[in-house]
């Protein structure tokens, strides 16, 4: 298959695109580096001995992206492309509407002016807002507390309106949970420039020394130990899936979570990650962050059944390559 991949040198785009070439499809991708760095296409390349075809287009030029439509006319393409800084989100939401929202209508006009009709969607658990019950399953109400969240629920409704109008249009919406790791070679990961906002770049830059100490926000929550439980999923697993919904038998508009089903603590994930690794991550508790919920977690069932979903590789795994992969670079 010829698949265009948005955002594809990105964290999970990255290690998606290296499934693929290994997987034999043929890559296009389109990225503006806006939140990632041109060396990783040579990593790719040198993880699979294999080329992907680069443009580095901004998707919200429309012209770019029909004349990439035009000259590669792909099968299938998967969208991770957007804005994913929550904070900044708040602070900065009119860059976050135009960036995600122009993005992606632009790549479903010309899906639709090319007749492109199969997509994987990006989405996230953060659609769920503060969930109900636990474990989350995809028919769970959905509530967003953030633009970036209100962005992806958006891309979803516009992606639903979009296959009620055309239902040969093949869609599927992937709800991540808390993806982790990196790739075993040591050379894809996530490194985000600055302050990292997500945990797990924070506890190995605070391991590695370059930050002084990790906030814990809150250990007053009902849970195992007080501290904010989250469902980690390694990216590996996270890439697999997307080849799985691009394989998918079931056609029509899905929905899918993607997580392991499992919660875990910030404390249990520090602990395990001292463990693994043999270093030290300096802590302290802080005061519960505003907007954080107690509990997320999948479950995965339905991505189970439906694609054939399930998760390779434990936490020590992710603690194990998120640190390896730092190491290295
Ligand atoms: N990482 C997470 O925790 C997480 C969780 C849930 C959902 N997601 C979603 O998954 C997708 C991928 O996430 P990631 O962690 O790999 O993010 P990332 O920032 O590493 O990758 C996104 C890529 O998209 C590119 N990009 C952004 N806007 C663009 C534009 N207008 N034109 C072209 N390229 C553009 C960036 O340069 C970057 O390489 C995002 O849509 C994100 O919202 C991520």
Request: charged letters at 25%; hydrophobic letters at 35%.
């Amino acid at each position: 298959m010829k698949v265009l991949v948005t955002g594809g040198l990105g964290y999970i785009g990255s290690h998606t695109v290296v499934e693929l070439l290994e997987n034999g499809d043929e890559v296009i991708i389109i990225d503006n580096l806006v939140n990632s760095k041109l060396e990783v296409l040579e990593k790719i390349k040198k993880i699979t001995g294999k080329n992907a075809t680069f443009y580095q287009y901004d998707l919200c030029d429309y012209s770019k992206v029909s004349e990439v439509f035009e000259k590669e006319r792909p099968d299938a393409v998967i969208h991770f492309a957007g804005l994913k800084a929550v904070g900044e989100s708040v602070s900065k939401p009119l860059t976050y509407y135009e960036n995600n929202l122009l993005s992606t209508i632009n790549l479903l006009k010309c899906m639709a002016k090319y007749n492109v009709k199969k997509i994987v969607f990006s989405s996230s658990a953060t659609v769920y807002g503060k969930p109900k019950t636990l474990p989350i399953r995809e028919d769970a109400s959905l509530h967003t507390t953030n633009p970036y969240g209100t962005t992806k629920l958006m891309i979803e409704n516009i992606l639903t309106d979009l296959y009620n109008s055309d239902s040969s249009f093949d869609i599927t919406i992937l709800r991540y949970f808390n993806p982790i790791g990196s790739h075993k070679s040591g050379l894809l990961g996530e490194n985000p420039n600055g302050i990292p906002n997500n945990l797990m770049p924070y506890v190995v830059r605070v391991a590695r020394g370059e930050l002084p100490v990790l906030n814990i926000f809150g250990d007053d929550y009902p849970t195992i130990d007080g501290t904010g439980v989250r469902d980690y999923i390694h990216v590996l697993d996270l890439a697999h899936g997307h080849i799985l919904a691009l394989n998918n038998k079931i056609h029509g508009l899905k929905i899918y979570n993607l997580g392991t089903g499992k919660g875990t603590s910030v404390l249990e994930l520090v602990k395990m990650f001292e463990k693994v690794n043999n270093v030290k991550v300096n802590y302290q508790i802080v005061k519960r962050r505003d907007g954080d919920i107690a509990e997320c977690y999948a479950s995965s069932d339905k991505a189970k059944n439906e694609l054939g979903f399930t998760c390779k590789y434990t936490l020590e795994d992710m603690c194990l390559d998120s640190y390896n992969y730092h190491d290295a670079n």
